[in-house]
């Protein structure tokens, strides 16, 4: 089924970065329709307290900071859809999008689909997300000064957050699954020369305690050689195992780096053999490896908007 109308802007995820482009683009009257995707409210939707939002002096609840947003955007005029993309073209003008069985058609594509935290996938884990357990050490650090705490991974994400965290932590476990560590020769030398960091190699997180309690009180632990399991008493565990762009979608449409990530120009540009794609912007987590942050996802939300106006006014919207 065809919608009848050709949209002014689509907006691909609804996470900081794409309500702020909403907006945005719903103030200069675009009346932006945003597919919510499979996570809607993106990271800000499984975190507790933000307390490094600007303007938010006592912080504030993830999901409530996503919500306020999304009633501003509606209040200018922006669509909220839940919906997943299951196609793309672009090499037709205007865009296709295809919604299940559904074809929506655009002048311009705002694509702020983020990326999706790697997690260990236990029950346990799952259930004390916002509850000490964390994929964020910059957001939620900081509520465990003077605990001690464990990071998941043996990669350069994993080294990066044990060392931000020894800021707070009284002592960080570094907990790895394999003998061998992926991080670079620099970060792990610098890891392993911390006295607060302590290393455990070729152990996997079998469960993680605290369920009934709402509260993570440690991780039972498995070591893979001599399958002998113990508990490693923590008041919290952050996952260093990576992310994983939500850009599949765009395999061959648009340029990508080996991870997946949009590779963009000037912020948001999109690129596809590093050519300029007209019309066609990212901003946010999908394109953004290095900073993600609440702030910074917003702040490109607003540059892709404002492409987008420029864009439009340009070709005679």
Same mark, same amino acid.
């Given at each position: 089924?065809?919608?009848?109308?050709?949209?002014?802007?689509?907006?691909?995820?609804?996470?900081?970065?794409? @309500?702020?482009?909403?907006?945005?683009?719903?103030?200069?009257?675009?009346?932006?329709?945003?597919?919510?995707?499979?996570?809607?409210?993106?990271?800000?939707?499984?975190?507790?307290?933000?307390?490094?939002?600007?303007?938010?002096?006592?912080?504030?609840?993830?999901?409530?900071?996503?919500?306020?947003?999304?009633?501003?955007?509606?209040?200018?005029?922006?669509?909220?859809?839940?919906?997943?993309?299951?196609?793309?073209?672009?090499?037709?003008?205007?865009?296709?999008?295809?919604?299940?069985?559904?074809?929506?058609?655009?002048?311009?594509?705002?694509?702020?689909?983020?990326?999706?935290?790697?997690?260990?996938?236990?029950?346990?884990?799952?259930?004390?997300?916002?509850?000490?357990?964390?994929?964020?050490?910059?957001?939620?650090?900081?509520?465990?000064?003077?605990?001690?705490?464990?990071?998941?991974?043996?990669?350069?994400?994993? /080294?990066?957050?044990?060392?931000?965290?020894?800021?707070?932590? *009284? #002592?960080?476990?570094?907990?790895?699954?394999?003998?061998?560590?992926?991080?670079?020769?620099?970060?792990?030398?610098?890891?392993?020369?911390?006295?607060?960091?302590?290393?455990?190699?070729?152990? *996997?997180?079998?469960?993680?305690?605290?369920?009934?309690?709402?509260?993570? #009180?440690?991780?039972?632990? #498995?070591?893979?050689?001599?399958?002998?399991?113990?508990?490693?008493?923590?008041?919290?565990?952050?996952?260093?195992?990576?992310?994983?762009?939500?850009? #599949?979608?765009?395999?061959? @449409?648009?340029?990508?780096?080996?991870?997946?990530?949009?590779?963009?120009?000037?912020?948001?540009?999109?690129?596809?053999?590093?050519?300029?794609?007209?019309?066609?912007?990212?901003?946010?987590?999908?394109?953004?490896?290095?900073?993600?942050?609440?702030?910074?996802?917003?702040?490109?939300?607003? /540059?892709?908007?404002?492409?987008?106006?420029?864009?439009?006014?340009?070709?005679?919207?």
């Amino acid at each position: 089924m065809h919608e009848n109308t050709t949209r002014d802007t689509v907006i691909l995820g609804s996470g900081c970065s794409g @309500l702020t482009a909403a907006i945005y683009t719903a103030r200069a009257n675009l009346k932006p329709l945003v597919l919510e995707g499979h996570e809607p409210g993106g990271q800000l939707s499984i975190t507790t307290l933000v307390e490094n939002f600007p303007g938010w002096p006592e912080g504030v609840q993830g999901p409530e900071l996503i919500e306020n947003m999304k009633r501003q955007a509606v209040r200018f005029g922006a669509e909220l859809r839940m919906a997943h993309l299951s196609s793309v073209d672009l090499s037709k003008h205007p865009f296709e999008l295809k919604i299940g069985s559904d074809v929506i058609k655009t002048h311009t594509l705002i694509i702020a689909s983020g990326a999706s935290a790697r997690w260990l996938n236990l029950p346990s884990e799952q259930a004390l997300i916002g509850h000490g357990v964390s994929s964020c050490a910059t957001c939620d650090g900081f509520f465990f000064s003077g605990k001690e705490i464990a990071v998941i991974g043996g990669g350069d994400s994993a /080294m990066e957050e044990a060392l931000f965290l020894t800021r707070f932590a *009284t #002592k960080v476990t570094l907990i790895n699954r394999s003998e061998r560590f992926r991080a670079s020769k620099i970060m792990l030398e610098r890891a392993m020369a911390h006295p607060q960091i302590k290393f455990l190699s070729n152990t *996997t997180v079998e469960e993680v305690l605290g369920v009934e309690e709402k509260d993570v #009180k440690g991780l039972r632990l #498995k070591n893979r050689a001599s399958g002998e399991e113990s508990i490693l008493p923590v008041s919290a565990m952050f996952l260093g195992i990576g992310h994983e762009p939500n850009a #599949k979608a765009f395999t061959g @449409l648009l340029d990508l780096d080996p991870d997946g990530y949009i590779l963009t120009k000037s912020n948001v540009f999109t690129t596809l053999n590093e050519e300029i794609v007209p019309g066609v912007f990212a901003c946010g987590d999908i394109q953004d490896r290095r900073y993600r942050q609440a702030i910074t996802a917003a702040g490109s939300g607003c /540059m892709a908007a404002l492409e987008v106006e420029k864009y439009l006014e340009e070709h005679g919207r």
